[in-house]
């Protein structure tokens, strides 16, 4: 059975960092591009970030130069690293693995940007 497990998130003060893991199990990821997505209650999920197989990144234009997404195959990992975190980065962020039709999803895990 597939499995995405987030952690990582919490609160933290504006111009804070916060680094998010999306562990999988039951599948190999070294094939697949993985992704963070976020929502915030009223809204649809929206992209943060993807990266392939090979590596390629892919970012919000909300996001960029602020967050890195990385990953680490044989772990089986994937991560986000955001920085210079704003009021408006507050959502639950989830993981997804994109496997061509048979797409999994974590949970979520809440990042709340508050002084």
């Known amino acids: 059975q597939v499995q995405l497990v987030e952690s990582g998130g919490g609160l933290v003060q504006p111009g804070g960092s916060l680094r998010l893991s999306c562990a999988a199990t039951g599948t190999i990821v070294t094939t697949y591009t993985m992704g963070w997505y976020r929502q915030t209650p009223g809204k649809q999920r929206e992209l943060v970030a993807t990266?392939?197989?090979?590596?390629?990144?892919n970012y919000a234009d909300s996001v960029k130069g602020r967050f890195t997404i990385s990953r680490d195959n044989a772990k089986r990992t994937v991560y986000l690293q955001m920085n210079s975190l704003k009021p408006e980065d507050t959502a639950v962020y989830y993981c997804?693995?994109?496997?061509?039709?048979?797409?999994?999803w974590g949970r979520g895990t809440q990042v709340t940007v508050s002084s």
């Open positions: 997804k693995i994109f496997r061509g039709g048979s797409d999994y």
């Open positions: 990266i392939t197989s090979s590596g390629s990144t």
